[in-house]
């Protein structure tokens, strides 16, 4: 394959650092090194320099923070979106944004390639692979994990150390971690085997629910048409609302998961996940449905999300068929306005009151309490109805 140039998605981690050194020998031409700030903590400085230490023509870094909260968080929770009963999707949803930027950076540079770090194992690079596509088919995709030798990490460690790349020497983590706004993930080493549970030095967002504090923490959490825009009555931005759900989900232990999931290319995996604000979100804005969503669009809604999740957690977030569920999750989404009230006690997240001026509850019909409003008689009649096959099918066996 001959190119132009080359747009790599660069983290300034070993992989990354050997891949730009090897696409710029492999394909004699300019390497752009594109990082994407989605909220993991990091000397952005100091991976600039390392880029251009390593060989890139250009590093570019993009904060893109507020879109990915904003167009990909946000959307996704409105859907209530989670996969297998489980994860709540805090890779899947950062890959698409990344993409995206990327392709739009290709475009800028006039580059005729993408590539990017993920392993031939992993869903990621069918995530990010199915969005170049989608956003711009006629770019070359080049996978080096795909079709070089350096299958190793002592073979990138050699690469490293013959072309003079800086490897930190640093106590080898026995894991393998990505982190962004929504989580971070840990999996690999010794989770790979899924009787071993993670040590407690691993966990970085949140403290252990025994060691969280003796004293419950409540929190009001408003949202206007899905979307979450103000904690105890303060209006805040995207980015500033869940950083602030991050610490308070993270103090009082929240948001643990420890799973094996199945990957789309075929295998399962081990994954464990801190995900404190994200957790808190999502069980705030499932109970404001539960006042503010008729009843059977509540049960055609949540019979969408393992579709909508699926499509997320594959990397078909720029698909046509995206595009539909979300405006049918957001359609039904108008009328859940409206705060919730949440004690987080010990990882445990337990909304304890709701209100909303679009409130589908009225206690003149539903207390125990004498009422003007129903006829109890009239439940006989309902009854019978809806009894009436069962009857039928009780008396054809009876003749039998």
């Not at 610490?247 to 199945?262: F, Y």
Request: hydrophobic share 40%; aromatic share 8%; proline share 5%.
């Amino acid at each position: 394959m001959s190119v132009n140039k080359i747009v790599l998605a660069y983290s300034g981690g070993l992989d990354t650092s050997v891949i730009l050194k090897w696409l710029s020998e492999e394909y004699q031409c300019p390497v752009v090194a594109f990082a994407a700030d989605v909220g993991q903590q990091e000397d952005w400085e100091a991976v600039r320099q390392k880029g251009l230490a390593t060989g890139a023509e250009k590093v570019v870094i993009s904060d893109l923070r507020e879109e990915f909260v904003r167009d990909y968080i946000f959307p996704a929770f409105r859907a209530n979106a989670i996969y297998e009963g489980s994860y709540l999707l805090g890779t899947s949803l950062a890959r698409p944004v990344i993409a995206k930027e990327q392709v739009r950076i290709a475009a800028e540079e006039g580059a005729e390639a993408v590539s990017h770090g993920a392993t031939g194992k992993g869903n990621d690079q069918v995530r990010f692979e199915l969005a170049y596509l989608a956003l711009n088919p006629k770019l070359s995709i080049i996978a080096p994990w795909r079709v070089w030798d350096l299958d190793s990490r002592n073979k990138l460690l050699a690469f490293a150390k013959e072309h003079d790349i800086p490897v930190p020497v640093t106590k080898e983590k026995p894991y393998s971690s990505d982190e962004n706004l929504l989580h971070i993930s840990f999996e690999g080493g010794i989770l790979e085997d899924p009787w071993n549970e993670p040590e407690e030095d691993m966990f970085k967002l949140s403290v252990a629910p025994e060691k969280a504090p003796d004293r419950p923490t409540y929190i009001e959490l408003t949202f206007e048409q899905g979307t979450p825009v103000a904690i105890d009555g303060e209006s805040l931005g995207p980015v500033a609302l869940l950083t602030r759900l991050n610490q308070m989900g993270g103090k009082n232990g929240i948001g643990r998961l420890d799973m094996v999931e199945n990957r789309f290319v075929g295998m399962k995996s081990r994954g464990v996940y801190e995900t404190p604000g994200g957790t808190i979100l999502r069980d705030a804005h499932r109970d404001l449905e539960t006042i503010t969503l008729d009843r059977e669009v509540l049960r055609i809604r949540d019979s969408l999300v393992p579709r909508y999740s699926e499509l997320v957690y594959n990397g078909f977030w720029f698909s046509p068929e995206m595009e539909l569920l979300q405006k049918t999750m957001d359609e039904t989404q108008k009328t859940v306005n409206g705060t919730v009230r949440l004690k987080l006690y010990k990882g445990n997240c337990i909304p304890v009151g709701r209100k909303s001026d679009n409130s589908l509850y009225h206690e003149s019909f539903a207390t125990f309490e004498e009422d003007e409003v129903y006829n109890q008689a009239d439940a006989a009649g309902f009854i019978k109805l809806n009894s009436l096959r069962m009857q039928i099918q009780a008396l054809s066996r009876k003749n039998k």
